[in-house]
């Protein structure tokens, strides 16, 4: 079974930092992108970043400049470093991966696959 396991959420004060981690497992052979997402409460989930399996990145332009994704290709493991961090990025955290390819005798490919969430609360 194919699944993404997210870790690193908790409460941070303003201005610090917090890594967030999210490792699929289940016979993975190749995952196109990963990415993180966030939803906070009476809001739209929106995209924060991705990388593909290539290196190429994009961030949403609230999170420039204070969060780097990165992605170790051979665990399959995406990771989000958050500095500077502000109320308004409270949310829940969600990993996200495309265009997955697994399997152990035969390949199968999944379009997309989302984490359970990780919730990460800025406060004082």
């Known amino acids: 079974q194919v699944q993404l396991v997210e870790s690193g959420g908790g409460l941070v004060q303003p201005g610090g930092s917090r890594t967030l981690s999210c490792a699929a497992s289940g016979s993975i052979i190749t995952i196109n992108t990963m990415g993180w997402y966030r939803q906070a409460p009476g809001k739209q989930r929106e995209l924060v970043a991705s990388?593909?399996?290539?290196?190429?990145?994009n961030y949403v332009d609230s999170v420039k400049g204070r969060f780097t994704i990165s992605r170790d290709n051979v665990k399959n493991t995406v990771y989000l470093q958050m500095n500077s961090l502000k109320p308004e990025d409270t949310a829940v955290y969600y990993c996200?991966?495309?265009?997955?390819?697994?399997?152990?005798?035969?390949?199968?490919?999944?379009?997309?696959?989302w984490g359970q969430g990780t919730q990460v609360t800025v406060s004082s």
């Open positions: 990388i593909t399996s290539g290196g190429s990145i």
């Open positions: 996200h991966a495309a265009n997955i390819v697994y399997g152990s005798f035969s390949y199968r490919q999944m379009n997309d696959l």
